[in-house]
């Protein structure tokens, strides 16, 4: 793409991609890393119901339990520990759960069977692996789509792959948000905000899809400021254990985080 093409000028398609470019994070960070990139630690997303009975019922699973038979069968991509279907039990007699990470998935059958689930881990990445898997009722997909390239071809084989309904939640703002200013003084660069929610609709609209959306600003809550916390945060600046007291004294600093978690759905196609 020219860069003097003016953002305004693309698609919207074209816009995400180049919004998902523009997060990458520079080769000069990547090459000066202590520690090589991590993936996501699954005890992170681990599935936790007394936690979840705290909060309000998210417009994403409801619009999902609206549109899911008794027993029915849910395809969650991106599933991570579960957090992102198991909540739809006992409605949801299978869940499908598909991500390139194994750690994730073994934490998510786990977690199924405790809920009752039965589950079937899918290893791979959307939509590569679509061929290898049937529709289901409900197709489900949280924060997933952020470092999504193709995103039509995402969002279109999350389409052809739900009989009923897809539902998609994404934030107001890119993961981890509210730590931009520890890049700035890090590494002396600026993070590149991007409305994800505002330009995820644009995209399904772009690709003909009948897409609804309803937000919802989730209690201000502040995250504990453990010793795993200021790791998993030090591990996304791409900086070494020698930062961890200026990181811990900035997350202890930090207010309550207001977060706006965003539901957009449309028919299936399967
Ligand atoms: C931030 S976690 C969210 C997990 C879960 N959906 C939740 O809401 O708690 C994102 C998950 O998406 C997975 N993921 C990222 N890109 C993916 C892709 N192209 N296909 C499938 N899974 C993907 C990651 O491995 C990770 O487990």
Not at 86 to 92: I, M, Q, R, T, V
Not at 180 to 204: I, K, M, N, Q, Y
Not at 255 to 262: D, G, I, L, R, S
């Amino acid at each position: 793409m020219t860069t003097n093409i003016r953002r305004h000028d693309l698609g919207a398609a074209d816009r995400w991609r180049q919004s998902v470019l523009d997060r990458a994070v520079p080769q000069s960070i990547l090459d000066a890393a202590p520690e090589p990139q991590a993936l996501l630690e699954p005890e992170m997303f681990r599935w936790r119901p007394e936690q979840d009975a705290q909060q309000p019922v998210r417009p994403s699973r409801r619009r999902a339990l609206e549109a899911l038979p008794e027993g029915g069968t849910v395809l969650d991509v991106g599933v991570g520990g579960g957090a992102s279907s198991l909540g739809l039990a006992p409605k949801a007699g299978t869940i499908v759960g598909v991500d390139p990470h194994p750690g994730m998935l073994e934490q998510f059958e786990v977690s199924a069977r405790e809920c009752g689930v039965v589950p079937r881990p899918v290893l791979g990445s959307w939509p590569e692996v679509a061929v290898e898997v049937e529709p289901a009722d409900v197709a489900v997909c949280h924060h997933a789509v952020y470092g999504v390239e193709q995103i039509e071809d995402f969002l279109l084989a999350l389409t052809s792959h739900a009989r009923r309904r897809v539902v998609l939640e994404v934030s107001e703002h890119p993961p981890l948000f509210g730590i931009h200013p520890l890049w700035r003084s890090f590494h002396g660069t600026e993070r590149p905000d991007w409305l994800v929610a505002d330009e995820a609709f644009a995209v399904l609209e772009e690709l003909g899809l009948d897409v609804e959306r309803e937000d919802v600003c989730l209690p201000l809550t502040k995250r504990e400021v453990t010793a795993e916390f200021v790791a998993f945060v030090r591990r996304r600046l791409h900086v070494g254990p020698g930062r961890d007291p200026e990181i811990e004294q900035f997350l202890r600093a930090l207010p309550a985080q207001p977060h706006t978690a965003v539901a957009l759905w449309w028919p299936g196609a399967a």
